[in-house]
């Protein structure tokens, strides 16, 4: 039984500043079958508000309840943990980090900076974790499919050295992490194993949705995907589609032949 559904964005919904071919379609058939879709993203160079509007110019009216990002989940834990916020992110999510508690330490947060990951950038936030601080990893993706076409580094890579720096491991607040997926899936609600994610990354969406416990994931081949990702980690994917359209096809027959 099929009772919601988990939608990356980047590589899925939309790529770079273009909607992948039949993608607002496809959010429209599943909206017309009754089924709620949250959007899961660990997308941390843009903020909540330049997403969604990102969206509504792709023909794909998103509400902010619909939305999932790991900087939201960051500023969540950082209030219930009273800490304040050392940022190594990129300049235009600053703005998600405000009116933050400063009264029982601080925690580094590390999201994908870009250009800002420079030595100075990475020592000062391997100063502050020596000195006591959390190390929040907003999402620990090793690549990213960039502007040009090719795979960049993302933030996974910088994550891990300030780890083996500091001999601090990161709490991870995006994809991976069970609790992302979850508390996604508690706004509906939906028991996880009645959840379907569609994610074009094998690790963090698709590994990671099965190891929380959602009943299936599906793998597309738009986006970062590259020959091979689905036998590359396990849980391997509940099957390899060629993009959103097939995905929500595999998803509709599945609902249909459960009735």
Sequence with gaps: MTSAVLLDLAGVIYDGE??????????????????PIRFV????????????????????????????????????WLRAHSRGAHLLVHPDLVSEFQDLPTDSGMAVVVGDAGDAFDYRSLNAAFRKLTDGAELL???PNRAFKDADGGLSLDAGPFIA???????RQAIVLGKPAPGFFRAALA??????????????????????????GLGHALLVRTGKYREGDEARFAPA???TVDDISAAVDWILARRRGSE
């Design 237 to 239: 994917p509940s099957a």
């Design 161 to 167: 050295a300030l780890e083996f720096a500091s001999q």
């Design 137 to 139: 990893a907003l999402a």
């Design 187 to 212: 706004t509906i609600p939906c028991p996880a194993a009645e959840a379907v994610m569609v994610g074009d990354d094998a690790e963090t969406d698709v590994a990671g949705a099965l190891s929380a």
């Design 41 to 76: 993203s660990n997308t941390t160079r843009s903020s909540k508000p330049t997403i969604l509007a990102r969206l509504a110019r792709l023909g794909l009216p998103v509400t902010s309840n619909e939305l999932f990002t790991p900087a939201e989940a960051a500023c969540d």
């Design 18 to 35: 273009k909607a992948v071919p039949g993608a607002a379609e496809a959010v429209a058939r599943l909206r017309a079958a009754g089924l």
